[in-house]
């Protein structure tokens, strides 16, 4: 079944190789905590913060050898109390497991996005 996995992180400074960097560590912990391969997601949608826009995000999958998962990057709404300088991701995944075993992961700043949910290694599952 395709289910949604969430993940958000956050940089300190729009430059291009921290939200590379950062995209990339969430990307792989995403795919590992749910046990992931290229082959099993189907494809990745990325917001950045209006105050992100030294790169797209979605470089940082084909950097990791995800050559073929269909990405795109989207501008995240500008809410006056929204969190600045993140990254977030939602991933469309083919997984086995139920809808409330999905591990979705909330690095950096991020957490505080789903405190609600965290465990102790800071993913929601």
Same mark, same amino acid.
């Given at each position: ?53 030294? #790169? ?7 950097? *990791? ?5 269909? %990405?795109?990057?989207?501008?995240? /709404? $500008? ?16 997984? #086995? ?7 979705? *992961? ?5 957490? %505080?996005?789903?405190?609600?949910? /965290? $465990? ?6």
């Amino acid at each position: 079944m395709i289910r949604g996995i969430r993940g958000a992180t956050t940089v300190e400074h729009d430059d291009s190789q921290e939200i590379l960097n950062r995209t990339k560590e969430l990307l792989l912990e995403m795919a590992e905590r749910n046990r992931l391969t290229p082959e099993n997601i189907s494809s990745i949608c990325f917001t950045l913060t209006p105050d992100l826009h030294a #790169t797209f995000p979605a470089e940082a999958a084909r950097l *990791v050898g995800w050559r073929y998962v269909p %990405v795109i990057c989207m501008r995240e /709404l $500008d809410v006056p109390h929204g969190l600045s300088m993140t990254i977030r991701v939602l991933m469309h995944a083919d997984v #086995t497991v139920s809808q409330d075993s999905v591990v979705h *992961v909330y690095r950096e700043r991020a957490t %505080v996005l789903r405190e609600d949910l /965290l $465990d102790k290694d800071g993913a929601v599952g």
